[in-house]
Each structure stands twice: as structure tokens, then as C-alpha cells.
């Protein structure tokens, strides 16, 4: 597995732009173990179900608190795999997806979950796709992603609403769902993605779709997913994050803590400074409109003007996730569990 990969996976630093996702083995058929302190696990991502707090992480982890964050319980799952991304459409209907191009779905808040779909499914979709397009390259990655079995990892979700979903990862992986991923497409013709590079991350705004993630690799729709377009950036390392925090806005962030800001949907760009020359590993916007980003020193930062500036003094455990609360209040989300940071809410920059 490579560091990249193992960053995603369980926190630490993200140093290089392949992903090889490591043997599943039977960890995707094997349901999680229950463990002793949920609330210490590496955790990876993490999201709001009504006044829940759902998150997921190494092993198929899934814990919930009802009490944003102090306390912790564990939820049973299907899966071993790590699962790297989840997301809620309400306070009901949720998705994870992880190691194995596994997705679990819950339509009770987090209680219980079942699988919707694993990498055994989705080469055979990739396969049909590619050879319904009679793309001679498309056909000869697909036959790759079917030889290799289901060890290649989903690593970003979005949910459009309680039915539409859209899942991307390692190797250009891209596919969607219009019934709440009880059956999926793939969207990688869609794609300006000839190389199969990694899709780290999506974002949505109104119809907006944004994918970024390796060599500078950055797609984006203006259709609601019909169509996609390359968009090019001075920078050609990975990004591992982005937002679009308003109309024609984009931000991306990654490599030895790069970040640009295009305020005209991708047509020119300008650097944002950061106090250090160290990955970041994620984004969030929080509710006062604030851009926040985590980076691989251990620190949480909000933008300010065309600054990356720290809101805590000392450093945390690696982080990988962040989750804004109400109030002002940050969950950061480390390889030693869920972190609760009280912040100074500010207007937006």
C-alpha cells in the first residue's frame, strides 16, 4: 500500500500520488469487530444525521453519538474494510464507502447498514461501460480493474439527494446511482480522465460538480453530471481536497500544503498562503462560511483573507477529517479518535 494511500487509510502522511490499495482478502465479506473504545478508533470521515454524528473509519468502523461527540457508540456493519467517506441526504438515509469499492447504506440514521455494492460489481459496470463505448483503452483498464479483483478503494461520495450518489476513486473509478445505490452506472466515460488517475475528492453546488485528485488532475460539470471538462491549474501535484464556497469559487488543496482559489470557475488562479510547507489532508466549510483545512503537521486552519491561518496553538494527533458543529465548534477527526474544538465563529473570508 502507499503512503497516500495508507493516509486516507489510517492517518498518516500523505508523501506520494499513487494509491494501491492493499489485499481485501475476506476483510469485505467479514462484519467489523466490535471494539473496546469506539471513541479512540482512527476515524476518517464523519457526518451530521439530524443531531446525530455518524463516523466511519479503519477495520468498517461505524460509531454514532447523539450527544455531538462527547460519547460514543459502535454500530455493526457487513465489512472489515476501511471505509473512508460517509455521508447523510437526512437524518435517516446515509452511505459509506471504502477499501473492497465498498458501499453501505443505512436508512435509519446509522443504526444498521447493508452493502449496496463492492469492487466485484463494479468492474463488471466498468467493463460493460467501457465496452458499450468501444474505447479501446477504457476496455483494457476495465479488464485490468476485473483481473485485479476488488481491491481498489472508494475514497469520496456525493449525495445529490436521498437517490442520487455519486462515488469516485483510485484509478479514475467514478459511478453513480439514481435509486439510492441499489444499482449504479459507471460515469467514467463522462470523464476527461484518459490516464485513470485517482478522484480524491468531489464536491457539489447546485449543479456544479468538482473532481480533483492526482497530478493535478481537476473535472468539472456545470450539467449536474451529464457532461465533464478539464479544468487546467499552474499546479501539477495532487490535491486531496476542495470546496467551492460560492458561484464560479473553487478551491483546491493538497501537496506540501498547495492551495489555489479561482474565482472565475477555473479560468485563472491565485495561491493562498499557508504558514507551512506540509500536505493538507482535508476541507470543510463551516456554518458561518468559513473555509477550515486540516494539514498533515496535526493543525486546523481557517482561511482569512489570502492567509491559512492555524486556530489552535498546539498541535493534534495526524488529522483527517473535519466536521463543523454548531456554534463555531470543530470535530477533527485523528488517528486517535474524534477531537472536539471550540473556535471563535467569524465571518465568512
Do not use: C
Request: net charge neutral; no cysteine; hydrophobic share 45%.
Amino acid at each position: 500500500m502507499s503512503n497516500a494511500l495508507k493516509a486516507l487509510a489510517i492517518g498518516t502522511v500523505l508523501t506520494v500520488q499513487a494509491v494501491d490499495a492493499a489485499p481485501t482478502g475476506d476483510a469485505l465479506d467479514r462484519a467489523a469487530v466490535t471494539v473496546r473504545s469506539p471513541e479512540r478508533a482512527v476515524l476518517l470521515s464523519a457526518a451530521q444525521a439530524g443531531a446525530r454524528t455518524v463516523a466511519v473509519g479503519e477495520r468498517g468502523i461505524v460509531v454514532l453519538s447523539n450527544d455531538n461527540g462527547k460519547n460514543w457508540q459502535q454500530a455493526a456493519t457487513p465489512t472489515s474494510v476501511t471505509l473512508t467517506t460517509v455521508r447523510f441526504a437526512d437524518a435517516s438515509h446515509g452511505w459509506a464507502v471504502g477499501h473492497g469499492a465498498v458501499v453501505l447504506a443505512t436508512e435509519d440514521g446509522g443504526n444498521t447498514w447493508v452493502r449496496r455494492l463492492d469492487g466485484r460489481r463494479v468492474a463488471q459496470i466498468a467493463l460493460e461501460a467501457a465496452r458499450a463505448s468501444s474505447d479501446a483503452r477504457a476496455i483494457q483498464g476495465a479488464e485490468r480493474l476485473q483481473a485485479d479483483g476488488p481491491d481498489k478503494p472508494l475514497l469520496d461520495l456525493l449525495v445529490i439527494d436521498a437517490r442520487r450518489l455519486l462515488a469516485v476513486g483510485a484509478f479514475g473509478i467514478a459511478l453513480g446511482s439514481e435509486d439510492g445505490g441499489k444499482t449504479w452506472a459507471s460515469w467514467m466515460p463522462r470523464l476527461p480522465n484518459p490516464k485513470g488517475l485517482h478522484i480524491y475528492t468531489a464536491r457539489l453546488r447546485g449543479k456544479t460538480i468538482l473532481l480533483a485528485g492526482e497530478q493535478g488532475l481537476v473535472m468539472q460539470s456545470n450539467d449536474s453530471g451529464l457532461s465533464f471538462h478539464s479544468i487546467e491549474t499552474p499546479y501539477k501535484g495532487s490535491f486531496f481536497t476542495a470546496e467551492l464556497p460560492g458561484d464560479q469559487v473553487i478551491v483546491l488543496a493538497g501537496l506540501r500544503g498547495t492551495v489555489l482559489r479561482s474565482v472565475d470557475s477555473g479560468a485563472n488562479w491565485s495561491p493562498l498562503t499557508t504558514p507551512m510547507p506540509v500536505s493538507i489532508t482535508s476541507s470543510a466549510m463551516a456554518g458561518d462560511g468559513r473555509l477550515l483545512v486540516t494539514n498533515q503537521a496535526g493543525f486546523v486552519m481557517a482561511l482569512q483573507g489570502d492567509h491559512m491561518q492555524p486556530i489552535h496553538a498546539a498541535p493534534l494527533p495526524p488529522l483527517n477529517a473535519l466536521l463543523p458543529k454548531p456554534g463555531g465548534a470543530v470535530l477533527a477527526l485523528t488517528v486517535q479518535g474524534a477531537r472536539q474544538l471550540p473556535t471563535e465563529p467569524g465571518p465568512a473570508k
